[in-house]
């Protein structure tokens, strides 16, 4: 069994981490998403010859820039603290999460750092099409990016491609492409990156829009706004079938995720999506009260979703925590207690090995292989713990729902009356506009909080929770870095804000 460790700790570490991933996701849509927007303003400058799309370039490049430092700073603290505060899940799992923050390193970062500098310093040096290389080397690479650090998160989520080595108590990597082209790996680069083209887009129309509503620069505006509605149109589409593929990877393998994004305690055949809802502050898991106060379903909808299948069963939160013999759901009880052999299996193989008996190492190892599957359950206490905070699954799921369904009316509101040239006379569309900033923000941070939030009490799915990832590290330790950081996180938002507010009020051709 596990030693005694102090809770307020592993608390403290989750609150610090969570601070620096939400922090640091507030720069990284934006790099995303504005790097490709970037590519299209400047790839018109040079099929065109106008130099008013490399003006708007170059205004956007600016901001682009700002938030891409910023960006980088928080990154690199964010992941110096699995070795800080996570030691036991970096020993643990090292050998495989490592592999794509390398590749990340060494392929990504090295295509951006290799054409950042030629695109914001090359304009006067290069010919036109070098620089427009740069610029989509800049965007490819950001976005490679991603894709090495959601393919790790994949695999914390859905751990594939591995083997268990009992003698070092490690996971490490048998396939490397099974790890890359895991479902889950595959729906989260693709979810969180279209997404990001909304926040961008909706970031260019925001301050396109505050130019309109001071008379200013109309015409660079007005040009934003239409290539960045465009662009944003096509992501919101691309948002919802990777969202929709998403919850239908989750209900395969994560499927307590799903069923606390709904709310739904009961599994039921033919279940309902709910559009909107109230939750019962006082369900729990396992009782007799109603887990809504008010709900508004969408008939059948949710078993289509989850299953592609009408009127199959969604299995809720009481049957994946105390069974369901019917649809062969096994209990969390029966998952900790086969857990708890394998523990003990694993300790007796250790202890026989250093023993230098070899007959009962091997049957102990042999025995441990039946249990394996459930290691990470031999850590929880009781079968409740299984299951993640339920309000804040589900409110922040169906907010990042709610505004993803919003911000493509809002495009092609923008795009109607860019087409009737009637944008200049709507003011409350303008004030909308730069409202919706903030809401992509909103919606991109809820987002991740359905990820993370909702995989709890895991580490990495099943096989490690958060209680074991922990380092041996006193309460005290952790919350002066958590304030220390806190200070310093918003000491760089303050500036990143105060400078870009400083560089649209000089606007497009301002140095």
Known sequence: MIENFDLSMVNWAR????????????????????????????????????EEWKR?????????????????????????????????????????????????????????????????????????????????????????????ILVANGWMQYPVGMAFNPDKARFEMQNFWEILFSPVAI???????????????????????????????????KKSIIVASVFGLLSSAFVGFTGDEAAYTNARVQPMKLAAFEGLYEGEKDAGLVAMGVLNPNKLP????????????????????????????????????????????????????????????????????????????????????????????????????????????????????????FFPLLFLIFLFYAYKDRLNDKKWLQQLGVTSIFLGYVATQAGWVVAEVGRQPWAIQNLLPVTVARSNLTAGTVQTTFFMFLLLFTILLIAEVKIMLKQIHIGPGGE
């Open 15 to 50: 609150a610090q981490f969570a601070l620096t991933a939400m922090y640091h996701w507030i720069f990284v849509p934006l790099t995303l998403g504005l790097s490709f927007l970037l590519a299209f303003f400047e790839t018109l400058y040079v099929r065109t010859g106008n």
């Open 56 to 148: 708007i370039t170059k205004f956007w490049m600016t901001l682009f820039g700002i938030n891409f430092a910023i960006g980088v700073a928080t990154g690199i603290i964010l992941e110096f603290e699995f070795g800080t505060n996570w030691s036991n899940y970096s020993w643990m799992v090292g050998d495989i999460f490592g592999a794509p923050l390398a590749a990340e390193g060494i392929f990504a970062f090295f295509i951006e750092a290799t054409f950042f500098a030629v695109m914001f310093f090359g304009w006067d040096r290069v010919s036109k099409n070098t620089h427009l290389f740069a610029t989509w080397m800049v965007a490819i690479g950001s976005n490679l990016s991603a894709l090495w």
């Open 187 to 221: 729906s989260k680069f693709t979810h969180a990156t279209t997404s990001s083209f909304q926040v961008a887009s909706l970031f260019v129309v925001g301050i396109s829009s505050w130019y309109l509503l001071k008379g200013r620069h109309r015409a660079m505006a």
């Open 286 to 405: 396992g009782d007799d009260l109603d887990p809504f106060l008010i709900e508004f379903k969408v008939p059948g909808m949710l078993s289509l979703l989850a299953n592609r299948e009408p009127g199959s069963f969604v299995p809720g939160i009481n049957d994946l925590v105390y069974g369901n013999p019917e649809h062969n759901i096994v209990s969390t009880s029966e998952k900790i207690e086969k857990g708890k052999i394998a523990i003990e299996l694993l300790a007796q193989y250790k202890a026989a090995k250093k023993a230098g008996d070899e007959n009962t190492a091997t049957i102990a190892l042999s025995n441990f292989a039946q249990y394996q599957e459930h290691l990470g359950y031999g850590y929880l206490d009781k079968p409740e713990e299984a299951v993640p905070p339920v309000g804040l699954t589900f409110y922040s799921f169906h907010i990042m729902v709610a505004l993803g369904s």
